[in-house]
């Protein structure tokens, strides 16, 4: 069962940046073939997968956030991040990080817009006012 707990939310004005953290533990993961992501749920608005990172450090974005937001992991720390730049108000949103059951990063984005994955956090709020 892996375990997921995000951090690194707030509120900023647009233009902004706020990077998401993850602390990831439980057992199995580092033997799994998970990819992990982020999801976020805005108000009034459909789950959205917005970026995914494979095992083996292929990135997957949305188009709304491509160029815009960066994800990475810490293989070591077993941290995943959700670096954010140029925010802009509809970016806010309850963030989530994931781990999806499946190898490829692109399939990952889907399958959380889905809602098909294994695990997820609590959240993390993100609002940014204009």
């Known amino acids: 069962q892996v375990q997921l707990v995000e951090s690194g939310g707030g509120s900023v004005q647009a233009g902004g940046s706020l990077r998401l953290s993850c602390a990831v533990s439980?057992?199995?993961?580092?033997?799994?073939?998970?990819?992990m992501g982020w999801f976020r749920q805005g108000p009034g608005k459909e789950r959205e997968g917005v970026a995914a990172?494979?095992?083996?450090?292929?990135?997957a974005y949305a188009a709304s956030v491509k160029g815009r937001f960066t994800i990475s992991r810490d293989n070591v720390a077993n941290i995943l991040y959700l670096q954010m730049n140029s925010l802009i108000p509809e970016d806010t949103a309850t963030y989530y990080c994931?781990?999806?059951?499946?190898?490829?990063?692109?399939?990952?984005?889907?399958?959380?817009?889905?809602?098909?994955?294994?695990?997820w956090g609590q959240g993390t709020q993100v609002t940014v006012s204009s």
């Open positions: 990172i494979s095992k083996g450090g292929t990135t």
């Open positions: 994931a781990a999806i059951d499946i190898l490829s990063a692109s399939q990952a984005l889907g399958l959380m817009t889905r809602g098909r994955y294994v695990n």
């Open positions: 439980g057992s199995g993961y580092t033997d799994s073939r998970y990819s």
